[in-house]
């Protein structure tokens, strides 16, 4: 299984320019089946490429699931999940510090096919060192990433803004182990993208998992296409048919809303023969 973290940064490139299209070229070149990405923006406007994950998902045909944080001149602005494999359940919770820009983690569970399950969690971390503090004990105190409630493997990764060894990189290492693309390439700077300085992106995973390859996509396109790279991973998937008896997932309606939540968000009809969309914002 391939899985990939990038922050396509709105789909605005190195050269200023908004161009989606760009990122579907780099998606295709990567060609995961799971795809983490940060910045989105989501507009229902005159052009498909105005409602960015929609877009890339009909023309990847993956499923997708936004989760939105907060608006951006009127568009749903968030973390955003691809997948080949059909997303049963999501919820995007909210991680943010009073004031600072509003941030979520958005966990998908995917349905493997084999009876297992796996859970995804796409985060975007704050700017600030005491901001990542607060977040980083949000996401292990509530518990998000660690509850027994989610039998199956799990999959943290995402922009976490953190450079050096903070308090986030060292509680995710307590609890997962790491992707580390320095040890196989030698660098491992994402941001960024032409001349990176930077290590922000990454991937952790169960230890379950095995990890059977990381690297950063650098190609031409990637390197333009948004300040930061892709981060990419290969990993080998247990299977694990009997947790199909442990856990049974909320269907999405289920997720609350942070504005009302006794509505269920609105589901969009089947935007492909392999995309279908929902959207949420932060819980």
């Known amino acids: 299984m391939r899985v990939a973290t990038y922050n396509v940064h ?11 299209e760009r990122i579907v070229r ?94 995804i969690f796409n985060l975007h971390l704050g700017t600030s060192f005491f901001e990542r503090r607060h977040q980083a004990r949000k996401l292990f105190r509530q518990p998000i990433l660690t509850g027994a409630h989610l039998p199956g493997n799990k999959i943290v990764l995402g922009d976490f803004n953190e450079w050096t060894q903070g308090l986030a990189s060292r509680l995710l290492h307590t609890h997962f182990r790491g992707a580390h693309v320095r040890k196989r390439l030698g660098r491992a700077h994402t ?9 922000l992106d990454h991937i952790y995973f169960d230890r379950e998992l095995k990890l059977n390859d990381v690297t950063l996509h650098r190609s ?20 694990a048919a009997e947790q199909s008896s442990l856990y049974e997932p909320q269907p999405s309606w289920s997720v609350p809303l942070l504005t009302a939540p006794e509505t269920p968000p609105a589901i969009l009809p089947q935007i492909s023969l392999a995309a279908s969309f929902h959207r949420g914002r932060a819980a």
């Open 10 to 20: 709105k789909c605005r490139g190195l050269d200023g320019r908004v161009r989606p």
């Open 26 to 119: 780099v998606l295709r070149e990567i060609n995961a089946d799971i795809v983490a990405l940060q910045e989105v923006v989501c507009m229902e406007g005159e052009t498909r490429k105005d409602h960015q994950a929609r877009y890339i998902a009909e023309e990847l045909g993956l499923h997708v699931e936004l989760g939105e944080n907060r608006r951006h001149k009127g568009a749903a602005y968030g973390n955003v999940l691809l997948s080949r494999f059909p997303i049963q359940h999501a919820r995007n919770y909210d991680i943010s510090i009073s004031g600072r820009e509003p941030r979520g983690c958005l966990r998908a569970d995917l349905s493997l096919g084999d009876g297992g399950w796996l859970h």
């Open 191 to 199: 941001y960024p993208g032409l001349f990176p300085l930077l290590s």
């Open 220 to 239: 031409r396109t990637a390197l333009v296409a948004s300040d930061h790279v892709p981060v990419v991973a290969e990993f080998s998937i247990p299977v």
